[in-house]
């Protein structure tokens, strides 16, 4: 393809959004996709097929590697924010859910919520339970909340669930390898003659015909684009449809000059489109956790962590000759939705003076309020840091906060890291909420009768400040010195009125313009309660339907 063709659809970006959109548009043989991606194509790579592997990509060369500016209320801490940068990775059209064949697995992990309405059963996503038998800490979180009268009120894709359940894993279940957007939708539609695909492809800007830009409905011609050290312009009849993810999305957008046109004039940027949303309304799920050593014969991932060779030799036979072992699991094998108790109250104490958006906080006030909406997310966890021990790691996420935060292009230089402040704990009601989810870790899921055979009594833990967390103010400066980002950052492009700070329309095309269109997480207006990947693949759904039907 020359720099001088033109193709129907331009997607910038080959996420688990952009491919999705490839595809679904590319079904019409008549229509020519192009999709540009910064990264390498790492489909065949095992770091991204392995399930276990994940954390191995974080801090390569396949991760933007960004992080944010020093969180005043976090001990000016940056936070690691990975972003991919290649070509790798809900909604009932996109996933297959595939539970256990037999009945002792189901009876294990209490498999007994499955509502059909919510899941697939022929999209190209495999979603199963990982899940097995020989795991007892499994069944322990699942006796834990059967105790408690907590087991999950209703099936947890339904958006109301409450309580406990075994978490579900983009994994296949024959297989036994990570089921993600670049295999399922990019292979094929990059197989077909009307879609290309170019990989280490870093767009510049978003190109717009001058004589529509004071119109209030300005059109884009094209992108420039830098391929194999030169530049190149590939021209578009349609659309341009932006889906390089929640940074890098407003970031492509101001250096196209839409965005705030102080801050383009700033850096010298030519204004094409007013839109001060853009890069505003950020949002991530905050998380903290502890981890208390694990008691002897309980098999944990740390030996893998520590790449301790025997562990690693285990593994990996495992996994080559029967499938089975640590290599098969991502991470997160069993999840809870909560409440706060009390929330109604607590918020009602707390001075937000200045800080709070009436409207938004009423509405985030309403989850708490309902008895269908969880405000902490808990979960048996694999802990990420490296310790000479054994740990049983319990983590808390607090899912609907109150604080919002930024990210903004730093110059006018592609290369260069955005400004990314998600101004964590901003707001004081988000330290205290979290704050009390964490203490129930420690005061009610580490003591049950059925965790607590698991775990050596009064023994180490993964801080020495973790044993004081019983007290809530010495919780709070936990929470201060160990809080970091889940991964779900989204927001920062969102569909709301243009009077309120939106950047897209409810059809996702980015105001004042005729043809650009933002596909991915950018666009949530508010975060999901949970992983966020489900909603990208209903987003990109969405977004490929609208486009389909004009």
Not at 73 to 101: G, I, M, N
Not at 151 to 177: E, H, M, Q, R
Not at 524 to 538: H, K, M, Q, T
Request: proline share 6%; charged share 20%.
């Amino acid at each position: 393809m020359a720099s001088t063709s033109t193709v129907d659809y331009i997607i910038i970006g080959g996420g688990t959004s952009g491919l999705v959109v490839a595809n679904r548009l590319s079904e019409n043989t008549e229509t020519q996709v192009l999709v540009l991606e910064a990264g390498r194509d790492l489909t065949s790579d095992p770091r991204v097929n392995i399930p276990a592997f994940w954390t191995s990509l974080i801090g390569s060369k396949a991760d933007w590697q960004y992080k944010t500016l020093p969180q005043a209320d976090l001990e000016r801490r940056c936070v690691r924010h990975p972003q991919r940068k290649a070509l790798v990775p809900s909604y009932r059209k996109s996933y297959t859910l595939l539970p256990p064949l037999n009945q002792a697995t189901l009876d294990h992990l209490e498999i007994n919520w499955i509502n059909e309405d919510y899941h697939g059963s022929s999209g190209p996503i495999k979603v199963s339970f990982p899940g097995v038998i020989q795991n007892p800490l499994c069944k322990a979180w699942i006796d834990t909340f059967k105790d408690m009268h907590k087991l999950t009120s209703a099936d947890p894709f339904s958006g109301t669930s409450i309580g406990g359940y075994s978490n579900t894993a983009t994994v296949d279940p024959k297989s036994k390898v990570r089921s993600y957007a670049g295999a399922a939708y990019g292979i094929p539609a990059g197989q077909r003659p009307n879609v290309r695909i170019i990989t280490e492809a870093q767009v510049q800007k978003i190109l717009f015909d001058e004589s529509t830009i004071d119109t209030k409905s300005a059109k884009s011609t094209g992108v420039r684009v830098i391929v194999n050290k030169k530049i190149e312009v590939f021209n578009c009849s349609e659309e341009v449809l932006v889906a390089a993810r929640v940074y890098n999305t407003p970031k492509i957008l101001e250096l196209s000059g839409i965005g705030a046109k102080q801050l383009l004039q700033q850096h010298r940027i030519k204004s094409m489109v007013d839109l001060p949303g853009v890069g505003e309304n950020f949002q991530d799920h905050l998380i903290t956790g502890l981890s208390y050593e694990a008691a002897e014969g309980v098999f944990t991932g740390d030996p893998l962590m520590r790449q301790e060779p025997d562990a690693f030799a285990l593994a990996q036979k495992l996994y080559v000759e029967s499938k089975a072992g640590p290599f098969t699991i991502k991470g997160i094998q069993s999840y809870a939705f909560m409440l706060t108790l009390g929330a109604s109250a607590l918020l009602n104490s707390i001075n937000a003076q200045g800080l709070a958006d009436p409207k938004r906080d009423s509405l985030i006030r309403s989850i708490f309020d309902s008895p269908n909406g969880s405000s902490g997310g808990k979960k048996s966890f694999v802990g990420l840091q490296l310790l000479p021990e054994n740990y049983v790691s319990l983590r808390c996420i607090q899912l609907h906060l109150f604080f919002r935060g930024s990210t903004y292009i730093a110059s006018a230089d592609i290369t260069a890291e955005p400004n990314i402040d998600p101004r964590y704990l901003s707001h004081p009601a988000d330290i205290e909420i979290l704050a009390r989810h964490l203490q129930s870790l420690d005061t009610v899921l580490r003591p049950s009768t059925h965790l607590s055979q698991f775990l050596k009594p009064d023994r180490k833990r993964n801080h020495p400040d973790a044993f004081k967390v019983h007290n809530l103010e010495e919780a709070k400066k936990y929470v201060v010195n160990t809080a970091t980002s889940a991964y779900h950052s989204c927001g920062s492009a969102a569909i709301m009125p243009l009077n309120k700070g939106g950047v897209v329309s409810p059809k996702l095309r980015v105001y004042r313009t005729s043809n650009v269109q933002v596909i991915d997480a950018s666009i949530f207006s508010l975060i999901p309660r949970g992983n966020i990947l489900s909603s990208v693949y209903a987003v990109a759904e969405k977004a490929a339907d609208i486009i389909k039907s004009g």
